[in-house]
Structure formats: structure tokens, C-alpha cells
């Protein structure tokens, strides 16, 4: 199905970009990308291995990244600043991107969804969850963490030598192939074909790195969820690679351990990123999870 754009979505009534695959009557997943990252860095085949299993998929933009809005007018963010604790150059929250995808189903019809986050995008379902409990039917959280910087904290030195994303296309594309490298599973042969293609879409289709920025500086602005986290009552799903360095498998364990019921499901040799062996596997946990949900509703 082709992009199409929502107006006016959420409270910032701002624009957001989205793609809908599936039958229209089928439970409905909704996919959340990370940081930096656009709703192309959900591979076809992976909805397409969602749909295969009986759901709709629903992919999109976030605030900052891809053809979603963009936040230019701004004061800069200060990175630097923000982790040693000065977070006024914070232009906006996780809860204001929650906002966003919880403003996404309203454009769409959608009382709620199934909601599965990956990286940042993790952070965004657990905030779902957390403030707008009745739109979300289970939370799967893969590759996050819970905002306690006691876990699931990156291990930047993979990323040494690499220096910043260049400006021009083809450096772009290479560096992206690189990146995933360092930070993809040593347990899965790389796929540097499908990482080129989608990098050069993603130069194409709106790279900011200015936008990833802000999306870092507002996980740094939203704190620790633990204590909120272990409040939840929902059919949830952790799933972390045990090879992750950009977002320590803490994390997930951490998340799983808040979550009250939560299953965890850790992968070895899994780093951060979606090998496509793995696709039917982790297709089958997320829609096995949103089948049991179905049948076994709130209140039955």
C-alpha cells in the first residue's frame, strides 16, 4: 500500500506519514521505529511475516524523521548538556511522540491497537501503555529499556572511528552499512544489500540528524518509567538480543521485570537490528501475543 499523510494528528496536530498492510479487519499492529530511524527500517518482509500471521500492520513516521513533521524552528539541541542533567534544550517528550501515535489511531478509527516498539520506538509503546492505557492492547518492547540509565546503556566504542554521517548520498549509504555492521548480530550473517537500499530511501525520503538529536534529548527529558511500568496490566512482550550494544540487554530484562506478566524472550546473537532470519520468529511471538489478547480481552 502506498504512503499516505494524516493532518492535524494529536495534540501538536502535527503531520504524520503512514502505510497500512493487511486485511482492514484484522487486529490491528501498530509498528513504532527508533531513533533516527524511519517506518522503512520495519523491512517489507517483516509485515509482511505480521500480515502472513493475521494481523494489519500499520507503520509510520515519528515526529522528526522521514516525511513525518519536522521541528527546524527550535532552539538546538544540546546533547551534551542534556546527559550531564541540563535538559533545557529538550523540545519536546516521549509522551508528546505517544501522544502522536495514540493521535495516528484516531485519525485511523482505531478505539486501539497493538502496539510494538522497537529501540526509542520501545520507549514510545511503554509510554502508550503508561498514559494512555485504554488505546493500547498489548505492548511488545524489543531492543529498549525503561529510562533507569542503570541498564540497558549503549556501548558507544562499537561506533569509534566511524565519525559523523556524511552530507552526500553515496557517503551516507556507506557509512549506514558500516554503522549496522558494528552494531548489528554477530550471530546472523549481515545484509548489506537490504541496509544500502533502505539508507538510500532514507536519504531520500527526509534524513535529519539534527531530528535524531532531539529524539534523544526527549528519552534523556522523560525519566525513569520503572515505577510506572510495574503498574501496567497488559498482555506484554520483551524481546532483546543478548548481543545488543547499542541498548544493553538490561534493558529488556529490566523492562520484563516491571512489566507484571511480561515474557521475555532473549535471542543470542542478536545485536541491535532485525536479521532476516529471524523474521518468522519474532513475527510468530508478536502475533502469537496479540491472538492471545484478542481472545482474552479486558473484562471478558
Given at each position: 500500500?502506498?504512503?499516505?499523510?494524516?493532518?492535524?494528528?494529536?495534540?501538536?496536530?502535527?503531520?504524520?506519514?503512514?502505510?497500512?498492510?493487511?486485511?482492514?479487519?484484522?487486529?490491528?499492529?501498530?509498528?513504532?521505529?527508533?531513533?533516527?530511524?524511519?517506518?522503512?527500517?520495519?523491512?517489507?518482509?517483516?509485515?509482511?511475516?505480521?500480515?502472513d500471521r493475521g494481523v494489519q500492520v500499520i507503520r509510520f513516521d515519528?515526529?522528526?524523521?522521514?516525511?513525518?513533521?519536522?521541528?527546524?524552528?527550535?532552539?538546538?539541541?544540546?546533547?551534551?548538556?542534556a546527559m550531564a542533567g541540563d535538559l533545557s534544550s529538550a523540545s519536546?517528550?516521549?509522551?508528546?511522540?505517544?501522544a502522536d501515535a495514540v493521535g495516528l489511531l484516531d485519525v485511523l478509527?482505531?478505539?486501539?491497537?497493538?502496539?510494538?516498539?522497537?529501540?526509542?520506538?520501545?520507549?514510545?509503546?511503554?509510554?502508550?501503555?503508561?498514559?494512555?492505557?485504554?488505546?493500547?492492547?498489548?505492548?511488545?518492547?524489543?531492543?529498549?529499556?525503561?529510562?533507569?540509565?542503570?541498564?540497558?546503556?549503549?556501548?558507544?566504542?562499537?561506533?569509534?572511528?566511524?565519525?559523523?554521517?556524511?552530507?552526500?548520498?553515496?557517503?551516507?549509504?556507506?557509512?549506514?552499512?558500516?554503522?549496522?555492521?558494528?552494531?548489528?548480530?554477530?550471530?546472523?550473517?549481515?545484509?548489506?544489500?537490504?541496509?544500502?537500499?533502505?539508507?538510500?530511501?532514507?536519504?531520500?525520503?527526509?534524513?535529519?540528524?539534527?531530528?535524531?538529536?532531539?529524539?534523544?534529548?526527549?528519552?534523556?527529558?522523560?525519566?525513569?518509567?520503572?515505577?510506572?511500568?510495574?503498574?501496567?496490566?497488559?498482555?506484554?512482550?520483551?524481546?532483546?538480543?543478548?548481543?545488543?550494544?547499542?541498548?544493553?540487554?538490561?534493558?529488556?530484562?529490566?523492562?520484563?521485570?516491571?512489566?507484571?506478566?511480561?515474557?521475555?524472550?532473549?535471542?543470542?546473537?542478536?545485536?541491535?537490528?532485525?536479521?532476516?532470519?529471524?523474521?518468522?520468529?519474532?513475527?510468530?511471538?508478536?502475533?502469537?501475543?496479540?491472538?492471545?489478547?484478542?481472545?482474552?480481552?479486558?473484562?471478558?
Open positions: 500500500m502506498s504512503e499516505e499523510k494524516a493532518l492535524n494528528v494529536g495534540p501538536s496536530a502535527i503531520e504524520v506519514v503512514y502505510e497500512r498492510f493487511g486485511d482492514p479487519k484484522a487486529p490491528p499492529v501498530l509498528l513504532v521505529m527508533g531513533g533516527g530511524a524511519q517506518m522503512i527500517h520495519w523491512p517489507e518482509g517483516f509485515c509482511a511475516e505480521l500480515v515519528n515526529r522528526d524523521a522521514g516525511r513525518s513533521s519536522h521541528f527546524p524552528h527550535v532552539p538546538p539541541p544540546d546533547l551534551q548538556a519536546y517528550t516521549l509522551s508528546d511522540m505517544a478509527g482505531f478505539d486501539s491497537a497493538h502496539v510494538v516498539g522497537a529501540s526509542l520506538g520501545g520507549m514510545i509503546a511503554q509510554m502508550i501503555a503508561i498514559e494512555h492505557p485504554t488505546r493500547i492492547r498489548s505492548l511488545t518492547s524489543m531492543m529498549s529499556t525503561t529510562g533507569d540509565r542503570a541498564v540497558g546503556q549503549p556501548d558507544f566504542t562499537v561506533l569509534a572511528g566511524l565519525g559523523a554521517p556524511p552530507d552526500d548520498r553515496q557517503s551516507f549509504i556507506g557509512w549506514q552499512v558500516r554503522a549496522m555492521r558494528a552494531i548489528g548480530s554477530p550471530g546472523f550473517k549481515p545484509d548489506d544489500n537490504g541496509v544500502a537500499e533502505r539508507a538510500g530511501l532514507a536519504y531520500d525520503r527526509g534524513y535529519d540528524r539534527v531530528g535524531m538529536l532531539r529524539q534523544a534529548i526527549a528519552v534523556l527529558a522523560s525519566g525513569d518509567r520503572t515505577e510506572r511500568l510495574r503498574a501496567l496490566s497488559l498482555p506484554t512482550l520483551v524481546i532483546h538480543g543478548a548481543d545488543d550494544p547499542m541498548c544493553d540487554v538490561s534493558g529488556g530484562r529490566a523492562t520484563a521485570a516491571a512489566v507484571p506478566g511480561a515474557t521475555l524472550e532473549i535471542f543470542d546473537g542478536l545485536g541491535h537490528n532485525f536479521p532476516r532470519e529471524l523474521w518468522p520468529r519474532i513475527a510468530t511471538l508478536i502475533t502469537d501475543l496479540v491472538h492471545r489478547a484478542e481472545a482474552h480481552p479486558p473484562g471478558a
